[in-house]
């Protein structure tokens, strides 16, 4: 058995070789032929040439890229935040710190930094920075406001496994939830499918800013998710037609991976050798053929430790690793076990029993994880509370500390920023104040760990998206317009 | 029956059983208990630096800062700490659901007739037992309204304090009746004005029914739009003892409801009230009280367009009375009040009047100011020691009272967290 699946695993890593090849050559004709290639795969990530090698089945279907973002900050003056208290999420605050602004990026942050003649000047004396609050657990757009069958786009909830749906073919750019985030400090999100089905579809990831298409969010080069959902929610969706059980649940992830494998072993032959008509495509077997390559991340819904375990437990068998779990209320249960597999537990601070697998929440829950040694996300899955990530953070950080456990305000910064940009696999680009990221940054009235804080100044890429100073520049959305009242100037 | 609103008798009170109540508020002998050097919000007069607050046998003696503090009493030393009365949530199902999804956990909740279960008491069934009383308590939720949810008529809510017990379990009750304006489909009905209609003919069944008691036994009346029960039921509401509590956002809404208070003198509470702010002004001339959230401002139905963080601040600028909730109808996360109130404050209400709107004026809008809400002589020893400002987020809860009573049990939750910190 054992040499079995070393062979197998040996000859997976020659078929990916050998489709590294291909892709490079159709990389380079498909840019030729588009004139220019989509934005889809040019930013650099961390993860290339560490575990999945670099392109690895990343051109094994006919189309890598067929919604390319077309996301283009506007050009934007350099510009410098003075005198402020920086939590950079990357170390320890600065304290009466800059941080330097220049065409989108991060360009010097420190006690001390050079500032060319020229940059804006931004005040902040009293005031705190922080990166953009990233979300990695958002339905904006997908389940729009107001809420109303017509909104209601996020699950697909017509077969327990619908791989083939992409949430971004839901997102309602004029949901009126967009600007709210954006005036919390939100600078990116994780748009997830429902999590009516055993495996829900693909997520993306979104920047907040005006527009009038979702491929005008998109984040660039961004990586997929993909959305899968344990216990309570499938069962109790499909109990007629099954599966109905927890049993039933695992026995449909199998079956999906099975078929997904199938799917992945046909293709990267054919790429590789080409000989004969390629195999028919299937939409939803491109997709957990991707996840198995690690061309797409699996996000999952899971509540129970013991559920976590057998997530981890089917991941192995089929040769896919888990990014994160998501909501993982119990996931201090098993803290030890997700730092020993590196799978980030994205929870919430202060809800729970309000379903059965939800009854052991615990606020301290992001805290232990942390102390275990793990990756602790703070998410939402909530419009409201992703408007005040940084309160969430500051509430599990509390709690942590109540249950006496050290943790700086650092930390919990890092709940909803550095950790988050990892667990979308966007942390060499985002979630941290560090020369040469983007300049995704939030200027706060006071501590965002304070109830009092309010986001004064939001960035993306460098360019000012939020002034709460000036609510003629707030952005509305077409909703927005006369249905909704102008907030006023005490917005 | 010491807790009843002298001005506004209430009919069928399920008040405190006055032996039972103190034997349970001063075992064995007088127990004398100062909080010595804290800085004291009472809510009632202006905040104390250094002060101590004196409490005999389960009452409040004295708040100040030339308290002398008698021989043998037990001190707790809160320098650097602040004290608070015990916060109050106006609208939670604390008691009658333990876990949303479960139905059998789920006791808010009526059949009635026809979306009129006016005669419902829930307190009849609740559960002290419940393990989300803890973890409202021990962030600083002293009291709560409980009431059910659903339909035209939900049924009639309850004060209760976060420790009940098998003797006492009910502070005050019934503290409101409950109905809603704000579903088009909540009484069977297909629109807002046909709700309006639903509700105007049972109030009027409601007032036809009182006057026609005698005849209605020997079958003498014409027939009503519900049974017995539910009629009587209405008639502490259409006398004005028994405020009826409003679910309602659009500003329509809330006019249909001012109209309904006014045409049966009905002493009206506004329960959500998204647009609350922009009626303003008649609320205020009303003083119809709105218990409202502090951080609602997403547009989640075409009832609430308008809903935003400013809310509480506007209609408290306005002079209208205002107690802040959390989601309406909270179980586990009833302490979240404070992180409201903390965010109204930042929407602009000040300081002192986001605790008002969480101690003395929930306790005023159902009746029970007499006992809590403020930190009085006379008054129930209903308050919280914190560790800092009670709204922020990092501010702990060091020492909760309950009638003078310290309740420190752990919750669930901190036993869970204990079992599973000691396991790795």
Redesign the interface.
């Known amino acids: 058995m054992r040499n079995a699946a070393w062979i197998s695993v040996r000859l997976r890593q020659w078929g990916v070789a050998l489709v590294a090849i291909v892709v490079t050559l159709s990389l380079a004709a498909a840019s030729g032929v588009n004139g220019q290639s989509s934005s889809g795969g040019q930013e650099p990530r961390k993860d290339d040439g560490k575990k999945p090698p670099p392109g690895r089945g990343g051109m094994s279907r006919p189309n890598d890229n067929p919604f390319p973002s077309t996301y283009t900050p506007p050009p934007a003056p350099a510009f410098v935040i003075r005198n402020a208290t920086i939590m950079t999420a990357a170390g320890p605050s600065i304290r009466s710190g800059s941080v330097l602004v220049q065409d989108g990026r991060i360009a010097a942050v420190g006690e001390r930094i050079d500032v060319p003649g020229g940059a804006i000047v931004v005040d902040g004396t009293g005031k705190f920075v922080t990166p953009g609050i990233i979300d990695v657990h958002s339905h904006l757009g997908v389940y729009a ?4 069958p017509a909104n209601s786009d996020g699950n697909e909830a017509t077969a327990p496994t619908t791989a083939q749906v992409w949430a971004e073919h839901s997102v309602w750019p004029q949901d ?2 967009f600007p ?1 985030v954006l005036e919390g400090g939100i600078t990116t999100l994780q748009i997830l499918p429902g999590s009516a089905n055993l495996i829900g579809g693909r997520s993306v990831v979104l920047k907040p800013v005006p527009a009038r298409t979702v491929q005008e969010m998109k984040y660039p080069g961004a990586k997929y998710g993909l959305k899968m959902a344990c216990g ?1 929610n499938p069962k109790r969706v499909y109990q007629q037609r099954g599966p109905s059980t927890r049993m039933g649940n695992v026995a449909g992830y199998r079956d999906a991976w099975i078929q997904a494998e199938r799917y992945r072993r046909r293709w990267d032959k054919w790429l590789a050798d080409g000989e004969g008509d390629a195999p028919d495509r299937n939409l939803g077997l491109e997709t957990l053929a991707e996840a198995l390559r690690g061309n797409i991340l699996v996000h999952n819904h899971c509540y129970r430790a013991d559920e976590m375990a057998q997530m981890i437990d089917i991941a192995k068998e089929f040769g896919y690793t888990i990014r994160s779990f998501h909501h993982a209320v119990e996931a ?2 098993v ?2 076990l997700l730092a020993r597999e590196k799978i980030a537990a994205s929870v919430w601070a ?7 697998e939800s ?6 829950n992001a805290a ?1 994880v942390h102390a ?1 040694g793990g990756r602790a996300i703070i998410h939402s899955d909530d ?2 509370d992703s ?2 990530l940084n ?1 969430e953070a ?2 599990a ?2 709690a942590g ?4 456990l050290t943790i700086s305000d650092d930390d919990a910064i890092r709940w909803v920023t550095a950790n988050a940009a990892w667990a979308l696999g966007l942390d060499d680009q985002i979630g941290a104040i560090a020369q040469g990221r983007h300049a995704d940054l939030v200027l706060w009235s006071a501590s965002p ?6 986001a004064e100044r939001v960035w993306i890429d460098g360019v000012q998206r939020f002034d709460r100073s000036s609510p003629d520049t707030w952005w509305q959305t077409d ?1 927005d317009l006369g ?3 102008p ?1 006023g100037e ?2 | 029956m010491r807790h009843l609103p002298r001005s506004n008798p209430v009919t069928r009170l399920v008040a405190l059983l006055t032996l039972t109540a103190a034997a349970i508020a001063a075992p064995a002998g007088a127990q004398t208990l100062a909080i010595t050097n804290a800085r004291i919000h009472p809510v009632s007069a202006p905040p104390i630096e250094n002060g101590t607050v004196l409490i005999v046998d389960g009452t409040i003696k004295a708040v100040g800062a030339q308290v002398i503090v008698p021989a043998g009493a037990t001190r707790i030393d809160a320098a650097g700490q602040w004290v608070t009365p015990g916060l109050v949530n106006a609208s939670t199902r604390l008691g009658l659901v333990e876990i949303g999804s479960i139905d059998d956990t789920n006791d808010a909740r009526a059949r009635g007739i026809e979306q009129v279960a006016a005669a419902l008491e829930p307190w009849k069934a609740l559960n002290i037992d419940s393990v989300l009383w803890t973890p409202a308590r021990e962030q600083g939720v002293t009291s709560v309204v409980t009431m059910p949810t659903g339909g035209l008529i939900a049924g009639q809510a309850a004060l209760v304090d976060t420790a009940p017990s098998a003797a006492v379990s009910v502070r005050l009750a019934p503290v409101a009746m409950r109905a809603s304006l704000s579903d088009p489909d909540a009484g069977n009905t297909r629109s807002r004005a046909e709700l309006v209609l639903r509700l105007r003919e049972v109030l009027q069944d409601a007032v036809a029914f009182a006057a026609s008691r005698q005849a209605y036994e020997t079958g003498d009346t014409r027939s009503f739009s519900t049974s017995r029960l539910h009629l009587e039921a209405l008639g502490p509401v259409i006398r004005g003892e028994l405020p009826l509590l409003v679910a309602v956002d659009r500003r329509a809404e809330i006019v249909s409801a001012l109209d309904l208070a006014r045409e049966f003198k009905l002493r009206l509470i506004v329960l959500g009230g998204a647009e609350a702010w922009m009626v303003a002004d008649r609320l205020a001339a009303g003083r119809v009280p709105v218990l409202t959230a502090g951080l609602d401002n997403i547009p989640q139905s075409f009832a609430a367009l308008g809903t935003r963080q400013e809310n509480a601040a506007l209609l408290q600028k306005a002079g209208v009375p205002v107690a802040i909730i959390a989601d309406a109808g909270e179980t586990f996360r009833v302490h979240r009040i404070r992180q409201h109130a903390g965010i109204a404050v930042a929407a602009g209400l000040p300081w002192d009047e986001a605790l008002k709107a969480v101690t003395l004026t929930p306790a005023q809008i159902f009746g029970a100011a007499d006992r809590i809400g403020s930190l009085q002589p006379g008054k129930d020893a209903n308050l919280v020691v914190w560790s800092g400002d009670p709204f922020e987020l990092s501010t702990r809860a060091t020492h909760v009272f309950i009638r003078g009573r310290e309740l420190d049990e752990r919750s669930r939750q901190e036993r869970l967290v204990e079992k599973y910190k000691q396991a790795r």
């Open positions: 406001a107001p809420s109303a009126p939830q709210l309570e201090y249960k803290a030890d202060d809800w729970g029993a309000f379903k059965m009854m052991d929440a615990v606020q301290a232990l275990a419009p409201s408007q005040r309160q500051a509430k950080l509390a500390r109540a249950a006496g760990l304070s109830v009092y804080a309010r909703f249905f909704v009242h907030a005490a917005r």
